[in-house]
């Protein structure tokens, strides 16, 4: 047997169990052997049945010392039951419609068992429990995810078999002098032991070592598309006195901002493109640096284009930039899908031309009909929310631009390695003079109507506000979170703020529709906009001071941040206020953290450490290749480690040649998330 056979060239896998295994993810036996446990259950730590806790798990040692007959409940439902005694009490064992376990419980035999203890003081029970026999000396089982109709049972015996048949062909595949700098056991060993440990020592020298082989696999692949990246530019520049920049703002540039701008300056005078991440903030003042980069690329004669994922953004870097840049001399323009066919070809014609220094836009800037006289930077704002192929071919405009890319996302330095991982990291951590933090409060849904009663003083006072309707997780397409933000601004509208004008945006709106809404709230127009996380991202409206988020405990913190940063951008003080109708002990940890840290780093850290990597941003959009066994939160000291270990494997051979087999599963790793599908 191989381990690229079919699963069904283990014993009892037939189509129907192939299927299911299919459901997985598991199609070989390969794949089955990387088919990790998700935790264990470890038989040997037994309590007796007398000191068993009603309500909790336990493991029981005891023997069979009665077999009630089975009992037909109802049509389609058998109960069968078995007594265990340990010699300090018996404990009701009930099995439901599994005739196959009853029969296999042999009379006075001893057993272990694993379940909850249910029932009372007199009498305790447990439910369909794990069962194995006494004699048993491998007492660390694992537990798989499943689907129905695969049993754990199952899938064991296959394992069982897996692993049996292909351990001979398990190959090591990290050097010796790297398994014993990091105290690594092999790979055989972890592959065997992460599935049946020989103790839960073994288990986790397993973990550790199958997790350092996925990190180490997936910044080698990092490293690689980082060399690749490493051609000439087709725009060298020559360095320019920023001062005549600085001087030109209406503010002075922050320190953090003044080292971002330095670091962008000296990589865009390279002979290779720049690969930079500007992270910030929100309200850090990115849109700053990036006009600074815009400022030295026009000074050598070459454009540059800025694409933002929504038109709301889009226009409002154009109106940034333009005041930025045109006292300059450096003419600015904007590209997006909504314009007239007369306005886009009119930019085109420009950016053709080379009349037009600087252009904002959405994804109308890579569309086939936009080309550039001579583009040598491309900005990309909130990268994760554009696809790979966007990316791609937004960097085909140009021959080899220098690429910057802005981030408002805190991401915690352990997930920044991962998914920005062949860019280099300018982080602006200081606020601009004068921001004032946004006081937060968390409050349940019966304050309600105080909550709105403050949103209603704001408004009294000449402030403007918003409201944030409730996330709905069934409704992939977001018509049920559009008819909710309806429903509400409605409700509002005619009830609790009546004689306030109330303004409603979503994602399903035109962006026509949009930027109407935006300009007339942006103008004072519109008092409250009742909205959907549409405002998320780069909304800038500084006469704004108080945000109401609904249903909080649905949001990540980070989002949480992301939309408390609509308000206090302005010089009034602002007031985020977070409602939820389900006040849970988890749910008022997470939204004490939001009240008491305003740092979106910080706030990222701790989002991490409660959503894992995984689910950091709630979608694949970011490109993070799934992690089967490492944890990026808790496992930041061997993410370091296999960092180190792959800066040394990619310095003695670059392309990996000398590592035939990790550079094959680097390579499969490119090719499955795509050249640039990681960053």
């Given at each position: 047997?191989?381990?690229?056979?079919?699963?069904t060239?283990?014993?009892g896998?037939?189509?129907?169990?192939?299927?299911?295994?299919n459901?997985?993810?598991?199609?070989t036996v390969?794949?089955l052997i990387?088919?990790?446990?998700?935790?264990y259950?470890?038989?040997s730590?037994?309590?007796?049945?007398?000191?068993?806790?009603v309500?909790?798990?336990?493991?029981?040692k005891?023997?069979?010392?009665?077999?009630?007959?089975?009992?037909?409940?109802?049509?389609?439902?058998?109960?069968?039951?078995?007594?265990?005694?340990?010699?300090?009490?018996t404990?009701?064992v009930?099995?439901?419609?599994?005739r196959f376990?009853?029969?296999?419980l042999?009379p006075?035999?001893?057993?272990?068992?694993?379940g909850?203890?249910?029932?009372?003081?007199?009498?305790k029970?447990m439910?369909?429990?794990?069962?194995?026999?006494?004699?048993?000396?491998?007492?660390?089982?694992?537990?798989?995810?499943?689907t129905?109709g695969?049993?754990?049972?199952?899938?064991?015996?296959?394992?069982?078999?897996?692993?049996?048949?292909?351990?001979?062909?398990?190959?090591?595949?990290?050097?010796?002098?790297?398994?014993?700098?990091y105290?690594?056991?092999?790979?055989e060993y972890?592959?065997?032991?992460?599935?049946?440990?020989?103790?839960?020592?073994?288990?986790?020298?397993?973990?550790?070592?199958?997790?350092?082989?996925?990190?180490?696999?997936m910044?080698?692949?990092?490293g690689?598309?980082?060399d690749?990246s490493r051609?000439?530019?087709?725009?060298?520049?020559k360095p320019?006195?920023i001062?005549?920049?600085?001087r030109?703002?209406?503010?002075?540039l922050t320190?953090?901002?003044?080292?971002a701008?330095?670091?962008?300056f000296?990589?865009?005078?390279?002979?290779?493109p720049?690969?930079?991440?500007?992270?910030?903030?929100?309200?850090?003042?990115?849109?700053?640096?990036?006009?600074?980069?815009c400022?030295?690329?026009?000074q050598?004669g070459?454009?540059?284009?800025?694409?933002?994922?929504?038109?709301i953004?889009?226009?409002?870097?154009?109106?940034?930039l333009?005041?930025?840049?045109?006292?300059?001399?450096?003419?600015?323009?904007?590209?997006?899908?909504?314009?007239?066919?007369?306005?886009?070809?009119?930019?085109?014609?420009?950016?053709?031309?080379g009349?037009l220094?600087v252009?904002?836009?959405?994804?109308a800037?890579?569309?086939?009909?936009?080309e550039f006289?001579?583009?040598?930077?491309?900005?990309?704002?909130?990268?994760?929310?554009?696809?790979?192929?966007?990316?791609?071919?937004?960097?085909?405009?140009?021959e080899?631009?220098?690429?910057?890319?802005?981030?408002?996302?805190?991401?915690?330095?352990?997930?920044?390695?991962?998914?920005?991982?062949?860019?280099d990291i300018?982080i602006i951590?200081?606020?601009p003079?004068?921001r004032?933090?946004?006081?937060?409060?968390?409050?349940?849904?019966?304050?309600?109507?105080?909550?709105?009663?403050?949103?209603?003083?704001e408004?009294?006072?000449?402030?403007?506000?918003y409201?944030?309707?409730p996330?709905?997780?069934?409704?992939?397409?977001?018509?049920?979170?559009v008819?909710?933000?309806?429903?509400?601004?409605?409700?509002?509208a005619?009830?609790?703020?009546?004689?306030?004008?109330v303004?409603?945006?979503?994602?399903?709106?035109?962006?026509?529709?949009?930027?109407?809404?935006?300009?007339?709230?942006?103008?004072?127009?519109?008092?409250l906009?009742?909205?959907?996380?549409?405002?998320?991202?780069?909304?800038?409206?500084?006469?704004?001071?108080v945000?109401?988020?609904?249903?909080?405990?649905?949001?990540?913190l980070?989002?949480?941040?992301?939309?408390?940063?609509?308000?206090?951008?302005?010089?009034y003080?602002?007031?985020c206020?977070?409602?939820?109708?389900?006040?849970?002990?988890?749910?008022?940890?997470?939204?004490?953290?939001?009240?008491?840290?305003?740092?979106?780093?910080?706030?990222?850290?701790e989002?991490?450490?409660?959503?894992?990597?995984?689910?950091?941003?709630?979608?694949?959009?970011?490109?993070?290749?799934?992690?089967?066994?490492?944890?990026?939160?808790?496992?930041?000291?061997?993410?370091?480690?296999?960092?180190?270990a792959?800066?040394?494997?990619?310095?003695?051979?670059?392309?990996?040649?000398?590592?035939p087999?990790?550079?094959e599963?680097?390579?499969?790793l490119?090719?499955?998330?795509?050249?640039?599908?990681?960053?």
């Amino acid at each position: 047997m191989k381990m690229t056979d079919k699963i069904t060239a283990l014993s009892g896998v037939a189509a129907k169990r192939a299927a299911l295994y299919n459901k997985l993810g598991i199609e070989t036996v390969g794949d089955l052997i990387n088919h990790f446990p998700k935790s264990y259950t470890d038989y040997s730590e037994t309590v007796k049945i007398a000191d068993a806790v009603v309500n909790e798990q336990a493991v029981i040692k005891g023997f069979v010392t009665k077999k009630i007959p089975a009992a037909r409940i109802r049509q389609g439902l058998v109960l069968y039951k078995v007594i265990i005694d340990d010699g300090s009490d018996t404990l009701t064992v009930v099995l439901y419609n599994n005739r196959f376990a009853y029969e296999a419980l042999e009379p006075d035999k001893e057993y272990r068992l694993f379940g909850r203890i249910t029932g009372g003081f007199t009498r305790k029970e447990m439910n369909t429990p794990q069962i194995i026999s006494a004699d048993e000396t491998n007492l660390i089982r694992p537990k798989y995810a499943l689907t129905e109709g695969l049993s754990a049972q199952m899938v064991i015996t296959n394992m069982t078999e897996a692993l049996r048949s292909v351990s001979e062909q398990i190959e090591e595949f990290i050097p010796d002098d790297i398994r014993q700098k990091y105290e690594l056991c092999t790979e055989e060993y972890a592959c065997r032991n992460i599935h049946f440990p020989e103790s839960a020592h073994a288990a986790e020298l397993s973990r550790r070592r199958l997790g350092f082989d996925e990190l180490l696999v997936m910044q080698c692949a990092m490293g690689l598309m980082r060399d690749r990246s490493r051609e000439v530019t087709g725009c060298p520049m020559k360095p320019a006195d920023i001062n005549i920049f600085e001087r030109s703002l209406p503010f002075e540039l922050t320190g953090a901002q003044k080292k971002a701008c330095s670091e962008i300056f000296s990589d865009m005078c390279k002979d290779v493109p720049m690969n930079r991440l500007v992270q910030g903030d929100v309200g850090s003042g990115k849109t700053a640096v990036a006009a600074a980069a815009c400022w030295l690329a026009a000074q050598n004669g070459c454009q540059s284009a800025l694409m933002a994922p929504t038109e709301i953004l889009a226009r409002q870097h154009f109106a940034t930039l333009k005041g930025f840049l045109e006292p300059l001399g450096i003419k600015v323009g904007c590209l997006t899908g909504s314009m007239t066919p007369k306005q886009k070809n009119e930019i085109k014609a420009q950016l053709q031309s080379g009349e037009l220094s600087v252009v904002t836009g959405t994804h109308a800037l890579i569309s086939e009909s936009t080309e550039f006289n001579r583009l040598g930077l491309v900005i990309t704002d909130e990268q994760h929310r554009f696809g790979v192929n966007q990316r791609k071919l937004f960097a085909m405009k140009g021959e080899k631009p220098h690429k910057l890319v802005m981030s408002a996302t805190p991401i915690p330095r352990t997930l920044s390695l991962i998914i920005y991982g062949d860019l280099d990291i300018s982080i602006i951590n200081e606020l601009p003079k004068g921001r004032q933090p946004v006081e937060t409060y968390a409050v349940t849904g019966k304050l309600r109507s105080r909550a709105l009663g403050f949103v209603k003083k704001e408004l009294d006072a000449g402030r403007q506000g918003y409201i944030v309707c409730p996330m709905i997780d069934e409704s992939e397409d977001g018509i049920g979170e559009v008819q909710a933000a309806k429903a509400y601004a409605e409700k509002i509208a005619s009830g609790e703020l009546k004689g306030y004008t109330v303004g409603l945006l979503h994602g399903k709106m035109l962006p026509a529709e949009k930027d109407a809404v935006m300009a007339d709230f942006k103008e004072g127009k519109i008092q409250l906009l009742v909205s959907t996380t549409v405002i998320e991202v780069g909304v800038d409206v500084p006469n704004a001071t108080v945000i109401m988020i609904e249903s909080s405990d649905r949001f990540g913190l980070s989002q949480l941040h992301q939309l408390r940063g609509r308000v206090g951008r302005g010089k009034y003080k602002s007031t985020c206020i977070l409602l939820t109708d389900n006040a849970t002990e988890e749910t008022r940890a997470r939204l004490k953290i939001m009240s008491t840290l305003h740092d979106g780093f910080a706030i990222a850290e701790e989002d991490l450490k409660m959503r894992g990597g995984g689910d950091f941003f709630g979608s694949r959009q970011s490109g993070l290749p799934p992690l089967k066994i490492a944890d990026l939160y808790s496992d930041r000291q061997l993410l370091g480690e296999s960092s180190q270990a792959a800066k040394q494997l990619l310095s003695a051979s670059p392309d990996l040649s000398e590592y035939p087999i990790l550079k094959e599963k680097v390579l499969a790793l490119i090719n499955e998330n795509g050249s640039e599908g990681m960053n």
